[in-house]
Protein backbone atom coordinates (compact mmCIF):
# COMPACT_ATOMS: atom_id res chain seq x y z
CA UNK A 1 0.00 0.00 0.00
CA UNK A 2 1.39 3.48 -1.13
CA UNK A 3 2.51 5.80 1.66
CA UNK A 4 0.48 9.18 2.04
CA UNK A 5 2.98 11.35 4.01
CA UNK A 6 5.79 11.04 5.87
CA UNK A 7 6.33 12.65 9.75
CA UNK A 8 8.97 12.94 11.95
CA UNK A 9 7.51 9.59 13.50
CA UNK A 10 8.89 7.44 11.41
CA UNK A 11 12.56 9.36 10.60
CA UNK A 12 15.96 9.14 12.65
CA UNK A 13 19.09 10.64 11.57
CA UNK A 14 22.59 9.55 11.99
CA UNK A 15 26.12 10.23 11.60
CA UNK A 16 28.94 7.85 10.50
CA UNK A 17 32.66 8.08 11.03
CA UNK A 18 35.32 10.15 9.83
CA UNK A 19 36.87 9.97 6.87
CA UNK A 20 33.26 9.63 4.91
CA UNK A 21 35.63 7.21 2.37
CA UNK A 22 36.92 5.05 5.61
CA UNK A 23 35.43 1.86 7.05
CA UNK A 24 32.41 2.20 8.83
CA UNK A 25 33.04 -0.46 11.21
CA UNK A 26 35.60 -1.00 13.36
CA UNK A 27 37.47 -4.54 13.55
CA UNK A 28 34.10 -5.98 12.45
CA UNK A 29 33.40 -9.54 11.87
CA UNK A 30 29.88 -11.02 9.93
CA UNK A 31 27.58 -12.49 12.22
CA UNK A 32 26.89 -15.90 11.69
CA UNK A 33 23.01 -15.10 11.76
CA UNK A 34 23.54 -12.96 8.41
CA UNK A 35 22.36 -9.25 8.39
CA UNK A 36 20.17 -9.22 11.11
CA UNK A 37 23.56 -9.92 13.53
CA UNK A 38 25.43 -7.78 11.37
CA UNK A 39 23.10 -4.88 12.55
CA UNK A 40 23.50 -5.64 16.37
CA UNK A 41 27.30 -5.62 16.03
CA UNK A 42 29.03 -3.68 18.52
CA UNK A 43 31.74 -2.28 16.10
CA UNK A 44 29.62 -0.43 13.98
CA UNK A 45 31.11 3.00 13.48
CA UNK A 46 27.63 4.85 12.16
CA UNK A 47 26.06 6.41 15.77
CA UNK A 48 22.46 7.63 16.50
CA UNK A 49 22.07 11.20 16.38
CA UNK A 50 19.39 12.44 19.75
CA UNK A 51 16.54 14.26 20.44
CA UNK A 52 16.54 15.63 16.66
CA UNK A 53 13.96 18.38 16.31
CA UNK A 54 14.52 19.48 12.31
CA UNK A 55 16.35 18.24 9.19
CA UNK A 56 15.88 19.83 5.98
CA UNK A 57 18.16 19.08 3.07
CA UNK A 58 18.75 19.76 -0.75
CA UNK A 59 20.93 19.75 -4.23
CA UNK A 60 21.66 22.15 -6.62
CA UNK A 61 23.22 20.96 -9.40
CA UNK A 62 24.83 24.30 -11.49
CA UNK A 63 24.86 24.21 -15.58
CA UNK A 64 26.51 26.20 -18.15
CA UNK A 65 25.12 26.24 -21.25
CA UNK A 66 26.67 25.82 -24.35
CA UNK A 67 26.17 27.65 -27.42
CA UNK A 68 26.90 28.71 -30.58
CA UNK A 69 26.55 30.80 -34.31
CA UNK A 70 23.81 29.63 -36.28
CA UNK A 71 21.61 28.36 -32.91
CA UNK A 72 19.05 30.29 -30.33
CA UNK A 73 19.12 27.75 -27.89
CA UNK A 74 22.23 26.36 -25.97
CA UNK A 75 23.33 23.09 -27.42
CA UNK A 76 23.75 21.45 -24.10
CA UNK A 77 23.92 22.25 -20.27
CA UNK A 78 26.68 20.46 -19.20
CA UNK A 79 27.81 20.02 -15.20
CA UNK A 80 31.21 22.15 -14.60
CA UNK A 81 31.13 22.04 -10.67
CA UNK A 82 30.23 19.81 -8.74
CA UNK A 83 26.84 19.56 -6.77
CA UNK A 84 25.66 21.41 -4.05
CA UNK A 85 24.44 19.21 -1.56
CA UNK A 86 22.91 20.93 2.03
CA UNK A 87 22.23 19.43 5.46
CA UNK A 88 20.49 21.40 8.15
CA UNK A 89 19.52 19.69 11.21
CA UNK A 90 18.81 21.04 15.03
CA UNK A 91 18.24 19.14 18.23
CA UNK A 92 17.63 19.45 22.36
CA UNK A 93 20.65 18.91 24.35
CA UNK A 94 20.55 16.20 26.86
CA UNK A 95 24.61 16.48 27.02
CA UNK A 96 27.11 16.29 24.79
CA UNK A 97 26.45 13.21 23.13
CA UNK A 98 25.50 14.04 19.53
CA UNK A 99 28.45 16.67 19.70
CA UNK A 100 30.98 13.46 20.08
CA UNK A 101 29.36 11.73 17.52
CA UNK A 102 29.97 15.05 15.06
CA UNK A 103 33.36 15.50 15.85
CA UNK A 104 33.52 17.95 18.41
CA UNK A 105 36.26 17.56 20.82
CA UNK A 106 34.54 17.10 24.35
CA UNK A 107 36.23 16.44 27.65
CA UNK A 108 34.32 13.70 30.10
CA UNK A 109 32.70 14.75 33.34
CA UNK A 110 32.92 18.33 35.54
CA UNK A 111 36.56 18.84 34.41
CA UNK A 112 37.11 21.99 32.38
CA UNK A 113 38.39 21.24 29.05
CA UNK A 114 41.88 23.24 27.53
CA UNK A 115 41.39 21.13 24.05
CA UNK A 116 39.88 23.43 21.03
CA UNK A 117 36.28 22.00 20.79
CA UNK A 118 36.84 21.88 17.05
CA UNK A 119 40.63 20.54 16.62
CA UNK A 120 39.46 17.43 15.39
CA UNK A 121 38.51 19.62 12.27
CA UNK A 122 41.37 21.50 12.69
CA UNK A 123 44.11 18.21 12.19
CA UNK A 124 41.59 17.31 9.65
CA UNK A 125 40.91 13.85 11.55
CA UNK A 126 37.14 14.18 12.45
CA UNK A 127 36.11 16.99 9.66
CA UNK A 128 34.18 14.35 7.23
CA UNK A 129 31.72 11.81 7.34
CA UNK A 130 28.58 10.91 6.25
CA UNK A 131 25.30 11.42 7.20
CA UNK A 132 21.89 9.28 6.98
CA UNK A 133 18.09 9.83 7.52
CA UNK A 134 16.61 6.25 7.96
CA UNK A 135 12.42 6.21 7.21
CA UNK A 136 9.62 3.83 8.03
CA UNK A 137 6.48 2.65 6.77
CA UNK A 138 4.29 5.21 7.44
CA UNK A 139 2.00 5.11 11.13
CA UNK A 140 5.25 3.48 12.75
CA UNK A 141 7.72 4.89 15.36
CA UNK A 142 11.27 4.61 14.05
CA UNK A 143 12.65 4.14 17.68
CA UNK A 144 11.84 0.33 18.29
CA UNK A 145 10.59 -0.53 14.67
CA UNK A 146 12.71 -3.71 14.32
CA UNK A 147 11.92 -5.00 10.77
CA UNK A 148 15.00 -5.06 8.83
CA UNK A 149 13.84 -6.28 5.45
CA UNK A 150 14.64 -3.56 2.72
CA UNK A 151 11.17 -3.01 1.35
CA UNK A 152 10.09 -1.59 5.56
CA UNK A 153 13.71 1.03 5.51
CA UNK A 154 14.51 3.93 3.30
CA UNK A 155 17.75 5.65 4.06
CA UNK A 156 18.84 9.27 2.41
CA UNK A 157 22.52 9.42 2.50
CA UNK A 158 24.58 12.62 2.45
CA UNK A 159 28.41 11.83 1.47
CA UNK A 160 31.35 13.50 2.19
CA UNK A 161 29.38 16.30 4.43
CA UNK A 162 31.63 19.00 6.07
CA UNK A 163 30.19 20.97 9.04
CA UNK A 164 30.08 24.60 7.75
CA UNK A 165 28.09 26.22 11.10
CA UNK A 166 27.35 25.34 14.37
CA UNK A 167 25.58 27.18 17.06
CA UNK A 168 23.84 26.04 20.79
CA UNK A 169 21.30 28.57 22.60
CA UNK A 170 18.98 28.65 25.44
CA UNK A 171 16.44 30.96 26.88
CA UNK A 172 14.18 30.82 29.58
CA UNK A 173 11.19 28.91 28.73
CA UNK A 174 12.55 26.89 26.09
CA UNK A 175 15.08 23.79 25.44
CA UNK A 176 18.49 24.49 25.47
CA UNK A 177 19.16 23.17 21.53
CA UNK A 178 22.04 22.81 18.75
CA UNK A 179 21.67 23.57 14.95
CA UNK A 180 24.17 22.21 12.91
CA UNK A 181 24.49 23.03 9.33
CA UNK A 182 26.60 20.72 6.42
CA UNK A 183 27.79 21.06 2.73
CA UNK A 184 28.25 17.72 1.55
CA UNK A 185 28.89 16.23 -2.37
CA UNK A 186 26.64 13.68 -3.35
CA UNK A 187 23.13 12.41 -2.23
CA UNK A 188 21.85 9.10 -2.65
CA UNK A 189 18.41 7.39 -2.06
CA UNK A 190 18.55 3.46 -1.02
CA UNK A 191 16.61 0.78 0.74
CA UNK A 192 17.74 -1.34 3.21
CA UNK A 193 19.57 -0.66 6.51
CA UNK A 194 22.74 -3.04 5.53
CA UNK A 195 24.58 -4.58 2.30
CA UNK A 196 24.32 -1.04 0.64
CA UNK A 197 27.14 1.23 -0.10
CA UNK A 198 27.85 5.00 1.80
CA UNK A 199 27.17 8.04 -0.16
CA UNK A 200 30.19 9.57 0.07
CA UNK A 201 32.24 9.22 -3.70
CA UNK A 202 35.81 9.32 -4.69
CA UNK A 203 36.56 13.21 -5.72
CA UNK A 204 38.83 12.66 -8.29
CA UNK A 205 35.77 11.07 -11.01
CA UNK A 206 32.99 11.21 -8.88
CA UNK A 207 31.83 7.32 -8.39
CA UNK A 208 30.76 5.64 -5.34
CA UNK A 209 33.27 4.64 -2.59
CA UNK A 210 32.70 1.07 -2.35
CA UNK A 211 32.37 0.73 1.35
CA UNK A 212 29.93 -0.77 3.16
CA UNK A 213 27.15 0.72 6.24
CA UNK A 214 24.81 -0.62 8.30
CA UNK A 215 21.97 1.70 10.55
CA UNK A 216 21.97 0.37 14.04
CA UNK A 217 18.10 0.15 15.43
CA UNK A 218 16.62 3.16 16.74
CA UNK A 219 16.38 3.78 20.00
CA UNK A 220 15.04 6.24 22.42
CA UNK A 221 17.79 7.19 24.88
CA UNK A 222 21.61 6.99 24.52
CA UNK A 223 22.63 6.35 28.26
CA UNK A 224 24.81 9.89 29.39
CA UNK A 225 28.00 9.48 31.81
CA UNK A 226 26.52 7.00 34.49
CA UNK A 227 24.12 5.10 32.30
CA UNK A 228 22.07 8.41 32.93
CA UNK A 229 19.14 8.98 30.36
CA UNK A 230 17.90 12.34 30.59
CA UNK A 231 14.89 13.46 28.27
CA UNK A 232 16.02 16.93 27.36
CA UNK A 233 18.37 20.05 29.88
CA UNK A 234 16.23 22.59 31.20
CA UNK A 235 16.33 26.61 31.60
CA UNK A 236 16.37 26.48 35.22
CA UNK A 237 19.16 24.74 35.15
CA UNK A 238 21.41 26.82 32.49
CA UNK A 239 24.18 28.97 34.50
CA UNK A 240 26.58 32.55 32.45
CA UNK A 241 29.85 32.85 34.10
CA UNK A 242 30.25 36.34 33.13
CA UNK A 243 32.97 38.23 34.35
CA UNK A 244 32.69 41.78 36.13
CA UNK A 245 32.68 44.55 33.11
CA UNK A 246 36.19 46.31 32.96
CA UNK A 247 36.37 50.02 32.35
CA UNK A 248 33.57 50.00 29.66
CA UNK A 249 30.85 50.45 32.74
CA UNK A 250 26.78 50.56 31.69
CA UNK A 251 25.17 47.30 33.07
CA UNK A 252 26.36 45.17 35.68
CA UNK A 253 27.28 41.89 34.20
CA UNK A 254 27.07 40.10 38.04
CA UNK A 255 23.38 40.84 38.56
CA UNK A 256 21.45 41.19 35.42
CA UNK A 257 18.50 38.70 34.86
CA UNK A 258 19.49 36.63 31.32
CA UNK A 259 16.74 35.95 29.21
CA UNK A 260 18.93 34.18 26.42
CA UNK A 261 22.32 32.91 25.15
CA UNK A 262 23.46 32.41 21.77
CA UNK A 263 27.28 31.02 20.96
CA UNK A 264 27.87 30.12 16.92
CA UNK A 265 30.24 30.05 14.64
CA UNK A 266 30.89 29.59 11.01
CA UNK A 267 33.30 26.99 9.29
CA UNK A 268 33.67 28.74 6.16
CA UNK A 269 34.98 26.43 3.47
CA UNK A 270 36.68 27.16 -0.17
CA UNK A 271 36.91 24.18 -2.27
CA UNK A 272 40.16 23.29 -3.95
CA UNK A 273 39.85 21.78 -7.41
CA UNK A 274 42.35 20.92 -10.07
CA UNK A 275 42.06 19.71 -13.37
CA UNK A 276 41.67 16.11 -13.78
CA UNK A 277 38.87 16.09 -10.12
CA UNK A 278 35.36 16.09 -10.98
CA UNK A 279 34.70 16.89 -7.41
CA UNK A 280 36.50 19.43 -5.06
CA UNK A 281 39.64 17.09 -3.76
CA UNK A 282 39.42 19.55 -0.32
CA UNK A 283 37.14 21.95 1.71
CA UNK A 284 39.75 23.60 3.67
CA UNK A 285 38.65 25.94 6.86
CA UNK A 286 38.93 29.34 6.12
CA UNK A 287 40.59 31.66 8.92
CA UNK A 288 40.44 33.46 11.01
CA UNK A 289 37.67 31.92 12.45
CA UNK A 290 35.35 33.67 14.96
CA UNK A 291 33.07 32.82 17.91
CA UNK A 292 30.27 34.47 18.82
CA UNK A 293 28.68 34.63 22.03
CA UNK A 294 25.57 36.91 22.77
CA UNK A 295 23.28 37.52 26.00
CA UNK A 296 20.26 39.04 26.08
CA UNK A 297 19.47 40.04 29.78
CA UNK A 298 17.02 42.41 31.54
CA UNK A 299 19.06 45.48 32.95
CA UNK A 300 19.19 45.86 36.85
CA UNK A 301 21.98 48.23 38.16
CA UNK A 302 24.11 49.92 35.87
CA UNK A 303 28.06 50.47 37.11
CA UNK A 304 30.22 53.65 36.03
CA UNK A 305 32.52 53.38 33.06
CA UNK A 306 34.00 55.29 30.04
CA UNK A 307 33.69 53.95 26.29
CA UNK A 308 36.82 55.88 25.88
CA UNK A 309 38.65 54.01 28.65
CA UNK A 310 38.21 50.45 26.66
CA UNK A 311 39.75 52.43 23.23
CA UNK A 312 42.85 53.26 25.17
CA UNK A 313 43.25 50.42 27.25
CA UNK A 314 42.13 47.16 25.18
CA UNK A 315 43.85 44.60 27.02
CA UNK A 316 41.29 42.80 29.33
CA UNK A 317 39.66 39.64 27.47
CA UNK A 318 36.78 37.65 29.09
CA UNK A 319 36.67 34.20 29.52
CA UNK A 320 32.73 33.70 29.65
CA UNK A 321 31.21 30.20 30.03
CA UNK A 322 27.42 28.26 29.77
CA UNK A 323 27.25 25.67 32.25
CA UNK A 324 23.81 23.09 31.86
CA UNK A 325 23.69 20.74 35.06
CA UNK A 326 21.36 17.88 35.43
CA UNK A 327 17.97 18.09 36.82
CA UNK A 328 18.62 14.94 38.54
CA UNK A 329 21.95 15.98 39.80
CA UNK A 330 23.07 19.99 40.47
CA UNK A 331 26.31 18.65 41.00
CA UNK A 332 27.04 16.89 37.62
CA UNK A 333 27.48 19.15 34.44
CA UNK A 334 26.37 17.88 31.84
CA UNK A 335 27.02 20.75 29.33
CA UNK A 336 29.67 23.20 29.57
CA UNK A 337 30.69 25.85 26.71
CA UNK A 338 33.16 28.45 27.47
CA UNK A 339 34.32 30.58 25.01
CA UNK A 340 37.88 32.06 25.81
CA UNK A 341 40.52 34.81 25.01
CA UNK A 342 36.88 36.96 24.26
CA UNK A 343 36.30 40.94 23.42
CA UNK A 344 33.55 42.94 24.37
CA UNK A 345 32.09 44.28 20.49
CA UNK A 346 28.85 45.68 21.54
CA UNK A 347 26.40 46.72 24.15
CA UNK A 348 22.79 46.99 23.00
CA UNK A 349 20.09 49.28 24.88
CA UNK A 350 16.44 49.03 24.33
CA UNK A 351 13.52 50.46 26.56
CA UNK A 352 10.07 51.07 25.73
CA UNK A 353 6.36 51.90 27.70
CA UNK A 354 5.23 48.65 29.22
CA UNK A 355 8.46 46.72 28.73
CA UNK A 356 11.68 45.79 30.83
CA UNK A 357 14.64 47.40 30.00
CA UNK A 358 16.92 45.35 28.05
CA UNK A 359 20.30 44.97 26.85
CA UNK A 360 22.23 42.93 24.30
CA UNK A 361 26.10 42.21 25.02
CA UNK A 362 27.62 40.24 22.14
CA UNK A 363 31.70 39.08 22.59
CA UNK A 364 34.12 37.75 20.07
CA UNK A 365 37.24 35.46 19.82
CA UNK A 366 39.44 33.74 17.41
CA UNK A 367 39.49 29.93 17.19
CA UNK A 368 43.29 29.21 17.48
CA UNK A 369 45.27 25.82 16.89
CA UNK A 370 44.85 22.88 18.49
CA UNK A 371 47.32 23.10 21.09
CA UNK A 372 46.06 27.02 21.86
CA UNK A 373 44.13 26.62 25.32
CA UNK A 374 43.51 30.38 25.84
CA UNK A 375 41.53 31.04 22.85
CA UNK A 376 38.63 29.46 21.02
CA UNK A 377 35.81 27.73 21.89
CA UNK A 378 35.91 24.70 24.35
CA UNK A 379 33.25 21.96 25.58
CA UNK A 380 33.04 19.26 28.61
CA UNK A 381 30.34 17.09 29.64
CA UNK A 382 28.53 14.32 29.43
CA UNK A 383 28.65 11.74 26.74
Known sequence: MPRNRIIYQSEAVYAGPSPATGFHFGTFTPGIGGSSNDLLSPNNLVNQ?????TANYSFNVARTDVNQ???????DRVILTSPTVSLDFSYILAGLTNEVDLGFTVVSGNSDSNISAISGFLNGTQDERNYFIR??????????????????N????????????YSTEGSVGNFPTASISVEGLNMNFQRGLSGNFVPAVNTIDGTPVRNFYTLPLTVQNTAIGSGNAISALRPGDITLDIQAQTGVGGVDTTSMNIQS???????????????GNKFAFARPIDFPLTVNLSVDAQVTDMVTGNLANLVSDD?????????IKSPNDRTLVMAKFAVKGAKLTSQEYSSDIGSNKTVTLTWETQVGGPQDAANGLFMNGQF
Open 315 to 323: SFRYNPSVT
Open 49 to 53: LQRVQ
Open 69 to 75: FGQLAAI
Open 135 to 152: TVPEGNDAVGFSDLSSGN
Open 154 to 165: GVIGIGNGFISS
Open 261 to 275: YNISFDLGRTPIERL
